[in-house]
């Protein structure tokens, strides 16, 4: 029995070292090198080899190295196979730091002043008490609820959409494709922090951003997926929208003629949002193995009729 590692190279080594410590009696392979290719009963990878069944045909888990499995082509992969997300804190405390970043910069108007800067412009604008902006979060899961508490904390009065039902205490919360009309209505700040499954894939579209109040901000940590950049671009170009932060887009990089570089509302970042650290990423690998042999639930388990 082993696991094969196929991603970034530098967390691999890592990763090795600490199962050589945690695991001893599980062989570690970094890809290409796998071993016996019939012993392999885990993968931790980004990017799966396309003949992964064929090529594994013992494989029981497939570990997304990030948080998201829609680079997997779920669809493709033997029915059996258990498909795992990251979950880990390194991860989500990274995501926290972007979204709390985002929401205040929003808040405080920064891209204005920002674009007013490289323009010469000194103007001051009155600004809002963080108990009068509405910030609202697409998606209720890890990221987004450990989003919501940090919000929270700086007073805004915040709201959530989820698919299913959940509470939060001190939050709105929403549910599913009929509530989302009235989520939108409410929000001064839009954070998305959805995965991209086939059900959200374009949700962020014209209809959606037109049900936003005016003057209302977006940022996008998700996926490039879920926003249709066109219309993302009419409704700052409008103004009924105010500007917009994003860590993502689709394709990555936009295209070097793409509005996403030089718009003076937007702020674009690499994707780089979060990201699994090897300490902490390499603990949770760990924990949800040991799981696995004994029998007991992982923890970021996929379902994957649902994708994700
Ligand atoms: P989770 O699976 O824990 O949470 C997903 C949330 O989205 C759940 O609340 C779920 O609802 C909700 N959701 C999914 N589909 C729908 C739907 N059709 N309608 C309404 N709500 C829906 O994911 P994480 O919080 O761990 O991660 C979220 C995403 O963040 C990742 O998939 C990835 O795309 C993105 N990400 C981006 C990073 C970056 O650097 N930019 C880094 C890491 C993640 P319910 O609770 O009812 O199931």
Redesign the pocket.
């Known amino acids: 029995m082993s696991i094969v590692y196929k991603s970034e190279p530098l967390r691999g080594a890592a990763w090795q070292r600490l199962f050589a410590e945690a695991l001893p009696d599980l062989p570690f392979h970094l890809w290409p090198e796998t071993g016996d290719p019939a012993a392999v009963r885990y993968l931790a990878a980004w990017q799966p080899p396309e003949d992964l069944a064929a090529r594994f045909p013992a494989l029981e888990v497939l570990f997304s190295v990030?948080?998201?499995v829609?680079q997997f082509d779920l669809r493709a992969l033997p029915p059996h196979v258990q498909v795992v997300?990251m979950?880990e804190p390194g991860?989500t405390a990274g995501?926290v730091e972007y979204v709390t970043l985002s929401v205040l910069a929003l808040h405080r108007e920064f891209p204005l002043f920002l674009d007013q800067q490289r323009r010469g412009v000194w103007a001051a604008t009155k600004g809002l008490r963080a108990e009068r902006r509405r910030v609202g979060v697409?998606?209720?899961?890890?990221?987004?609820l450990a989003a919501v508490k940090a919000l929270q904390g700086f007073g805004y009065p915040v709201s959530a959409?989820?698919?299913?039902r959940?509470e939060v205490a001190g939050a709105t919360c929403f549910?599913?494709?009929e509530e989302l009309p009235a989520f939108l209505a409410g929000l001064d700040i839009l954070v998305c922090?959805?995965?991209?499954?086939a059900?959200?894939r374009g949700m962020l579209d014209a209809a959606r951003l037109a049900a936003l109040p005016r003057g209302a901000g977006l940022v996008n940590?998700?996926?490039g997926g879920h926003l249709v950049e066109a219309d993302l671009l009419a409704a700052l170009d409008s103004g009924h929208l105010s500007a917009a932060i994003l860590?993502?887009s689709d394709p990555e990089p936009p295209p070097p003629d793409h509005p996403f570089w030089s718009h003076p509302r937007i702020w674009l970042t690499p994707?780089?949002?979060?990201?699994t650290h090897a300490d902490t990423g390499g603990e949770a690998l760990v924990e949800n193995i040991r799981r696995h042999r004994r029998g007991e639930p992982m923890l970021g388990l996929v379902n994957r009729s649902?994708g994700?």
């Open positions: 990030g948080a998201g829609d997300r979950v991860l995501m697409l998606g209720l899961g890890v990221l987004g959409w989820s698919r299913g959940r549910a599913g494709t922090l959805l995965p991209l499954t059900e959200t940590a998700g996926r860590d993502v994707h780089v949002a979060s990201t649902r994700y």
